[in-house]
Structures are given as structure tokens and as C-alpha cells.
């Protein structure tokens, strides 16, 4: 869906006005911000994740939450509620105020930045369609946004209370992947509707079999990178990083060996942390494998044409960084910055899959 029916005279129809050009690259240009801001709120949600800062505010304020404490009195009312819980018994036993300030500020700048989100979602919406800038298709799409970033805070708190329960010292693994998947999708339909804005016509390709070949192999390499994804979260989910720090082989093997100890089978899937780890060792380098793949192909394509390439070639880049990155925090053991970095590339990665996937559209398309 764009803001605009597609245009040209070659098809007949009426090309744009000035108007409606200044229209999208201003509304284009708003949601490529909220999409940065996404990929920052992912960065934030991997440092709370390593910090063990997530559970360090047990209430959930949706509006007066934004304003942190202000006094002495809160802060200690804050520490006192904090101390409820197991994380801080079985953790942070001792933990004094400077130390609890600490990780309270990582979450409260985590909960405070989805806040943020929101109003730069809603303000411009209303600017937007009071002025006539959007179409009601758009604007209902992005009334649908709104309530789905609502809706994702409240996973967002849906996970948290998991960790509150008895000895309990993190979110419970599924509830966590649950809200970065949410996150996630969230972020791809704002990045799809942002780039159909900006250029709402694709650029038609001549659907030869080596085109439409590298087009149904970038969507599968959307689907290997979404699924690697949910398998990261698992991974940091069940702390099964912080084993068999060594590569490529686990504990001298390819395939541990207590991979499949959980009965039934598919919950090693989930819970094992052997399989959990290969699982996502495995997906990574599939993924890897199949872009390498598609950009060979995709380069002795010409017909797909330089944007396509540019696309191509840039996922190239990324994937092997976030390869590497993926290997030095395990071999690290999961120092905080690397796996802040690791998840963050991995959202940078997905956007250009994503954006190689847009420029692919107009195979067959003219």
C-alpha cells in the first residue's frame, strides 16, 4: 500500500502532482524515523536483556511512568519493591541504591523510548491527515501501527511479570521471544509502508527464470533471517551462549551430544541449550550460505538492474559482519557491548533483506 495510486504516463495514468511528491517524501521520511527509532528501541531491549536491568521496575505506568523518581523517598519506595523479587535475592543480594539506580535508568531509558515512539507515531498522523496528506487507507494503516505499539508495550510488561516469579532471575524465555518477534513485525510493516511511500511504482524486471528465481530466493532469505532471529531469542532466552563458547565445533563436536535429551522431541527445540545453541549456529550459516547463493546469482543477472545489485551486495556485507559478530560473542562469552551489537546488527541485516526484497517487486510487474 502507498499514500498514492502508482503513476506514469506510460500506464495511462496521471503523474503526480508537486504536492503529492512533497507529501511523500514527507511522510516517507517520518516513517524511515520511526523505523530508526525501532532499531534503536531493539538495541535498548538487548542491553536491558544483558544487564539485567528489565526487572528492575516492578510497576507498569503506562503515562505518569514517564517521569522518572524525583526524590530520595521514591527512589528507596523503587529499591524496596525491587528487593520483592528473586532476581535481586538470588543476584543481588546486597546490591545498595547507586547500584539499583544504575540498572533502573537502563530500563526506565528502554520503557521511556517506546513512550517516545508513540508520540512520534501520533502526532504526525493527526498533522497528516488533517491536512490531506494521507490516504484513509494509509492513515488507517498507521491508526493499526499506533495500536499495535500500545499493544506492544503491554507484551512488553507481559514478559517482565515472568520474571517475578519464585525463583525466577530473567523473563521466561518464550515471552521474550514473544515480544521480539512482535517488535520485529512491527517493524517491518513500517519499513514495507515507507519504502511503497517514497517509491510507490516498482521498476518493472523482465520475469526471466534467473530473476524470478532470485526473487522467490530473497524471500526465502527474509524467512531465514526472521526464523534466525527467533532462534537468537531463544538462545539469549535460555542463556545458551554462555556454553560451549567455542567454534565451530561444540565441545569437540559438530552436533552436541546431548541434543536431543528432552522428550517430547521438539522441546529441545526450546529449552535444551545444546540444541538451542546448534539450532542457531545451523540457521546462521544456512542463511549466510543462501545469500552468498543469491548474490552470485543475483550479480550475473543484469537484467535485475543496479539497485538490485547495490542491494544485494550490501547484504552480502552485512550478513558476514553479523556472521563474525555472532562468532565473538560466543568465543567472548557474551560481553555486554557484543551482543548488544549482535542483536542490533541482526535488525540492520533483516532491513536489508527487506529493502532488496522491495526493489524485487516489479519482476513480471510492468
Known sequence: MSAYPP???LMGRTPPSAQELRNRQRISTWL?????MLVGMIALGGYTRLTGSGLSIMDWRPITGMIP??????????????????????????FGLAGFQQIFWAEWTH????RLMGLVLLVPLIWFSITGALSR??????????????????IGWFMVASGFNPDSTAVAPVRLVLHLCCAFALYIAILWTALSVRTPRPTFIPATPEAVRVHRLVWAICLLVGITVIAGGFTAGTHAGFAYNTFPLMDGHLIPSGYGRLHPFWLNWFQNIPAVQFDH??????????IGGTIVLGLRTPQLGRDVHSALAVLGWLVLLQYALGVTTLLLVVPVWAGTVHQT???IVLTAAIITLHRLRGVGRP
Do not use: M, N
Open 69 to 94: 523518581p524525583l526524590t530520595h523517598a521514591e527512589w528507596e519506595r523503587q529499591f524496596a519493591l525491587y528487593k520483592t523479587i528473586p532476581q535481586y535475592k538470588i543476584l543481588h543480594d546486597g
Open 7 to 9: 503513476s506514469g504516463s
Open 32 to 36: 524511515f524515523a520511526i523505523c530508526f
Open 281 to 290: 549456529r545451523l540457521l546462521a550459516t544456512t542463511t549466510a550460505l543462501v
Open 137 to 154: 487507507g494509509l492513515a488507517l494503516r498507521l491508526v493499526l501501527f499506533f495500536v499495535l505499539g500500545g499493544l506492544q508495550g503491554a
Open 345 to 347: 546488527c541482526a535488525a
Open 111 to 114: 520503557r521511556f523510548w517506546g
